[in-house]
């Protein structure tokens, strides 16, 4: 511990003093020596007593606490530590001379070694809050009196004054974004002044301050305050299990206690390494304000977390737009920042999302220009370090710091590094990464968090490897061996086909859409990964149903998914396993809707209860025959109608159907109601008629076909859903999908979904696709299958938001819980692509099952002759093999009949003399295969 500051003022006493401290005198910084001992001198004043007179007696001795000063923020060895009473502080700032800003100063922690870092800090005894949007004296002083806490309440060096600099980019991007805005309006909503302060303000220059430029604004003069708290405990990082955790448990204390007195704090404030200056007056004519207040230590550690609390008295900061500081779940061993504007970034999660993309150099070519030096070595740009003020000589000179892009991070011959880079070669910089520096750039507002996250500075999307795949868990296994079948089973499976979804699309799948293939395909008996995807979608449509929609288009996550697989083929589990993930959530009664479906009504009651839920519904054909029957009630016939509905509500509201008792009739705000049923092949095709074609039934309701597979049985895992999966399923269910309970239509509080950005790549592929569905619907039209071509864009965009959302994976906040980071949700490329992958063969696969759909017992007869002619290939079906089979055995007439419509729809024709190994034959051949035939005769010829 150093020593106390010597009681002789006289000048060669101090600079003796500080040469042993610091080292040689140097003359140039003799004016800050000097003020920093006329400061000094005031702290062994003796302690009075109420009258002003020399106490006779010693009162009890004050605890002393330490503090770290520095004779400037370009202090080099932070090394002059004291031992100080909070009396003596009150006195030490009690004094405020003319100069400039930058001076003697101090930081309220003691660190480890000489280098002013908060992963350097080690303890703190006081709290310092800067209220710069405003507050009176009397107004901070009345609040901080009502709390009963002890205080240090001193005006700053720019006190009242008339002009403030604001970053001009996002200033800018706000007043675009709010048409009729002025900066009277920005400086309110997004900085929180005060508006008697701003209520004329006007901007009247626009400068360039180092790579920055800001916004002159001229107002009212504003009055600035410190405020010094002493703390009942002491925050002690070696209390905590990392530096990094420790860090943001003061973080969330400084934004809790701000929280707690309504205050608009510097968001800056929050960093255990921030230095403060002592008092200062730009000139002689600058009041300087200086109040002591009694009371108690400030008991930090006791605060609520983030509730409100009410101001203990009238007038505390409450103007009509004032608003909470913003406390942001993160977890605590990633690296943050927060910009000027006190918008807060994730740096971790962001580089993990954009980090291997990030062109840092672009970025700063366009935003900051003015931070580059004239070197360069190769890819390796040389810039002015953005952490300076770290350097042992405070060196901002553009060596020894570069910056590379992340695509050119290849020739940089920088071993084992993936992403962009920013790197200094200074020893103040040793232990500082990337991040580290990205942190400083965005709080000093040379590059803000939009820069950072456009496409004009990222690289293409590409393909990412989904590190999961590498652990072989037994259903990992057996999706990878979906496709690796044997001879026999392939070459069987071969005639009908392997189903609609090919391997690429269920392989491979991020987050916790993975997992869940994983654990569904691990604990079923007849693993089926096209079922066990078709059912995940479902499950996490509800999950996040009502919380998100998808940027630019609104589109909400609930699908229609029907899953088709022969008898005994293994369908149950995907049901099955949705349950059993909700009710280890314990959210069974929000999540999983009714599996008995009876009428329209009890559809809609079920919705009330639960509007963002999935309905299970096992031997779904029969549902659906039942609503097709002639002689169905209304109340079953309207069950189709009343899916339909909610499907196409899921962005409005639903009402249900009109009665003459008005109270019956019932109103939902944006209902979220996933459907996800199974079925046999031949059950779907003899529910379903053409008005299901046509209704939008087919083309609302997405099929997952096995097709012929059918494994054997294998005994299951008894393992229970993955923990990773229950905190996804409860984070996501844990956002209020009503987030500002102020906002009423009707009398009713509005949802407000999270908005899942969609990348220009995405889009692209996303317009592309579109294209090509339009396309196709015209071509479909001819044959009357039109509207199964009309959602598959929409389908396509429900699938991207699920697997998006499916992707981030919580994360724990500070009272553990799992969190949904909304930051990283966003729709890539490669989420695209695989949605439009997915989008496209759940619509083949429906036009294909319209070829089975018949009316009546003459189309199903025809339907089947078909299909038996069509299986034939290209060498046909001979009227003796037609008679021979199960198709063809009617009456002569009625198989002629049969035959000659098919012939006249162009379904088949008579092809004679078709090549074979011996003999050519004549038979009927399936339009698909009459192109390689050049012989077309009429059978009645």
Not at 309 to 332: I, M
Not at 406 to 434: E, K, T, W, Y
Not at 459 to 483: F, N, T
């Amino acid at each position: 511990m150093k020593p106390a500051i010597p009681e002789d003022n006289h000048k060669e006493t101090q600079e003796a003093f500080r040469e042993a401290a610091h080292g040689a005198y140097d003359p140039h910084e003799a004016e800050g020596r000097a003020a920093m001992a006329e400061l000094e001198s005031q702290a062994t004043l003796a302690p009075e007593n109420g009258s002003g007179v020399a106490a006779a007696t010693a009162p009890l001795p004050e605890p002393r606490f330490g503090l770290t000063f520095g004779r400037s923020r370009a202090e080099v060895r932070w090394q002059d530590r004291r031992a100080v009473t909070f009396t003596e502080l009150g006195d030490l700032l009690r004094h405020a001379p003319v100069g400039g800003k930058d001076g003697p100063c101090y930081t309220p922690a003691v660190f480890s070694g000489t280098v002013r870092r908060k992963d350097q800090a080690t303890k703190i005894h006081v709290v310092v809050l800067d209220a710069d949007c405003g507050h009176t004296l009397d107004e901070i002083r009345t609040a901080i009196a009502a709390r009963g806490w002890r205080a240090i309440i001193h005006s700053t060096h720019s006190h009242l004054t008339e002009r403030t600099h604001l970053a001009a980019a996002p200033a800018e991007k706000w007043l675009t974004a709010n048409p009729g805005a002025t900066i009277t309006d920005y400086m309110v909503a997004k900085a929180g002044y005060l508006p008697r302060v701003v209520a004329k303000a006007q901007v009247v220059d626009e400068v360039a301050e180092g790579a920055a430029r800001n916004l002159v604004v001229q107002h009212a003069p504003c009055p600035k305050y410190r405020v010094i708290l002493p703390l009942d405990q002491p925050w002690i990082a070696s209390e905590y299990e990392t530096q990094d955790l420790a860090n943001a448990k003061w973080r969330e204390r400084i934004g809790a206690l701000a929280h707690a007195l309504g205050l608009h704090h510097d968001q800056s404030c929050v960093d255990t390494s921030r230095l403060f200056y002592l008092p200062r007056r730009r000139s002689e004519d600058q009041p300087f304000e200086h109040v002591i207040l009694d009371g108690e230590p400030c008991d930090l550690w006791d605060l609520p977390d983030a509730a409100p609390v009410a101001a203990p008295a009238p007038g505390l900061f409450d103007t009509p737009k004032a608003r909470a500081p913003h406390l942001q779940p993160v977890d605590p061993t990633h690296k943050t920042a927060i910009t000027p504007q006190g918008e807060f970034i994730d740096l971790t999660t962001w580089a993990a999302q954009f980090g291997g993309r990030f062109e840092i150099v672009t970025a700063l070519r366009a935003k900051a220009p003015g931070i580059f030096s004239k070197r360069r070595s190769g890819v390796k740009f040389h810039i002015h370090c953005p952490n300076a003020g770290s350097h042992v000589t405070n060196s901002a000179e553009g060596t020894g710091t570069y910056a590379v892009n992340a695509s050119q991070v290849q020739f940089a011959q920088l071993p084992s590094v993936n992403g962009f880079v920013i790197h200094c070669m200074h020893n103040g910089c040793a232990g500082l990464d990337r991040l580290d520096h990205l942190k400083a750039m965005l709080e000093d507002g040379t590059l803000t968090p939009d820069d950072i996250a456009s496409p004009a500075f990222l690289v293409p999307d590409i393909p990412q490897i989904d590190p999961s795949a590498l652990l072989k868990s037994k259903g990992e296994r057996i999706i990878e061996e979906a496709s690796d079948e044997d001879e026999a089973l392939v070459a069987a499976a071969a005639a009908e086909g392997q189903g609609n979804i090919p391997p690429a699309l269920y392989t491979n799948l991020p987050g916790a859409l993975g997992l869940m293939m994983s654990w569904v395909l691990a604990t079923s008996t007849k693993p089926q990964p096209v079922l066990a995807l078709g059912a995940s979608l479902a499950f996490f449509g509800a999950c996040v149903g009502q919380r998100v929609q998808l940027q630019n288009w609104g589109t909400r996550p609930n699908v229609m998914i029907l899953g088709v697989a022969y008898s005994g083929g293994g369908k149950q589990q995907g049901m099955s396993a949705c349950k059993a993930l909700a009710r280890a959530a314990g959210l069974t009664n929000e999540l999983i809707g009714p599996e008995d479906l009876s009428s329209d009504a009890g559809i809609v009651t079920a919705t009330i209860k639960a509007p963002a839920s999935v309905m299970l519904i096992d031997e779904a054909s029969k549902l659906i025959s039942a609503t097709n029957a002639k002689h169905a009630g209304p109340h079953v016939k309207g069950i189709s109608t009343t899916l339909m509905k909610l499907y196409s509500s899921s962005a409005t509201t639903y009402a249900s159907k009109a009665y003459a008792d008005g109270d019956r009739v019932k109103t939902i705000d944006q209902p979220c109601i996933s459907f996800y049923g199974c079925s046999t092949p031949a059950e779907l095709a003899g529910s379903l008629t053409s008005n299901d074609i046509t209704n939008g039934l087919l083309s609302r309701m997405v099929v997952f076909d096995v097709g012929e597979r059918d494994p054997r049985s294998v005994a299951p895992s008894q393992e229970a859903p993955p923990l990773a999966l229950v905190d996804w399923v409860q984070a996501w269910r844990r956002i209020d999908p009503i987030r500002n309970p102020m906002a009423r239509e009707g009398g009713e509080p509005v949802i407000d979904p999270i908005v899942v950005r969609l990348t220009d790549d995405a889009d692209a592929i996303r317009q592309a696709f579109d294209d090509e569905m339009h396309v196709a619907k015209l071509r479909a039209r001819k044959r009357g299958t039109d509207a199964l071509y009309v959602r598959a864009h929409e389908n396509a965009l429900k699938f991207a938001l699920i697997r998006a959302c499916a992707a981030a994976m919580p994360i724990r906040n500070e009272a553990r819980l799992p969190v949904i980071d909304e930051s990283s949700l966003v729709v890539d490329a490669t989420t695209m692509r695989w949605a439009v992958d997915l989008s496209r063969a759940t619509v083949i696969r429906m036009e294909a099952t319209t070829e089975d759909i018949a009316d009546n017992q003459f189309q199903a007869d025809a339907n089947k002759l078909r299909k038996f002619i069509k299986k034939a290939g290209e060498k046909g079906a001979t009227m003796r093999e037609i008679c021979r089979t199960g198709a063809g055995r009617y009456p002569e007439k009625m198989l002629k009949d049969l035959l000659t419509a098919l012939s006249t729809g162009g379904e088949i024709a008579w092809v004679g003399g078709i090549k074979t190994g011996t003999r050519p034959r004549d038979a009927y051949v399936h339009a698909d295969y009459l192109h390689l035939h050049g012989h077309v005769a009429d059978p009645e010829a």
